[in-house]
């Protein structure tokens, strides 16, 4: 009879579809309820889904064996379980940073009048995947598809700071570094003095270390579980880049990041 209830209950539903699995979208409204509510009870499921009590307890006990929810000892209620929220983060951090970050890029452009970048670090280069050009005639160009030696870029600074000391020191076994230009640093012990500044100020820069004439302010993105997604820059020509433009391109490029990370969960 419960459930006999349950179905004709389930196809009263406005609008829903032909074709739906009863059973599923049941299942799927229930942990939905979870959006609103940080436990939920089966008379509360019940009276809120329309379902009888009967059902709903065997939904929630099918749930808990799969670890989606778990019941609370003392007042039996349930709340979201290790399952659910394991997916929930996977799912976050397979985000394509690119995807979601490129107004964030276009407003950083427009607010300090320079080229922007998006970057990530693969191995011991800085591999940039978005851009947005600058619109002055003397500008630096979009690096899309570029690879540079992450040492040697602010992008590529601000993430090998997040880097553990022994991982940085895989990365460069030798201790030896190439240098591109001569302000470009050569030793280990060079580059983790920059990581040792970075970290302690928040952003990187770039002084005519990876390309002649042009300087870089950059900041790691970094999500709500505190993982490096990925680093912006702004770059801009030296001759643009006095004392008071790096300060106000960091606070820009920091509180962007900042930003950036929140949108990528």
Request: charged share 25%; hydrophobic share 40%; aromatic share 4%.
């Amino acid at each position: 009879m419960d459930e006999a209830r349950d179905l004709t209950n389930d196809e009263a539903q406005p609008g829903r579809p032909a074709g739906l699995i009863g059973a599923v979208d049941n299942v799927l409204r229930l942990l939905r309820l979870f959006e609103d509510h940080e436990m939920v009870r089966v008379n509360q499921v019940s009276r809120d889904m329309g379902l009888s009590r009967s059902t709903v307890h065997r939904m929630l006990v099918t749930l808990a064996h799969h670890r989606f929810v778990e019941q609370e000892p003392l007042s039996r209620a349930y709340r979201p379980g290790p399952a659910l929220i394991e997916i929930g983060l996977s799912v976050v951090g397979r985000i394509d940073v690119r995807a979601v970050s490129h107004d964030a890029l276009t407003r950083l452009r427009d607010e300090t009048g320079e080229t922007v970048h998006l970057a990530h670090l693969r191995g011991p280069e800085a591999v940039y995947v978005d851009s947005v050009e600058s619109a002055h005639a003397m500008r630096t160009g979009s690096r899309v598809g570029w690879t540079l030696p992450a040492h040697t870029t602010a992008a590529g600074k601000a993430l090998l700071a997040e880097l553990p000391d022994a991982e940085l020191t895989t990365l460069y076994p030798s201790g030896e570094l190439a240098a591109p230009t001569p302000r470009a640093v050569t030793t280990i012990g060079q580059l983790r003095v920059q990581l040792e500044e970075t970290r302690r100020r928040g952003y990187a820069t770039n002084n005519a270390e990876s390309e002649d004439d042009v300087y870089a302010v950059a900041a790691v993105v970094r999500d709500k579980q505190g993982r490096a997604r990925g680093a912006i820059s702004t770059t801009a020509p030296r001759s643009r880049a006095g004392d008071a433009w790096v300060t106000a391109t960091a606070e820009a490029v920091m509180r962007v990041a900042r930003e950036l990370g929140d949108r990528i969960g």
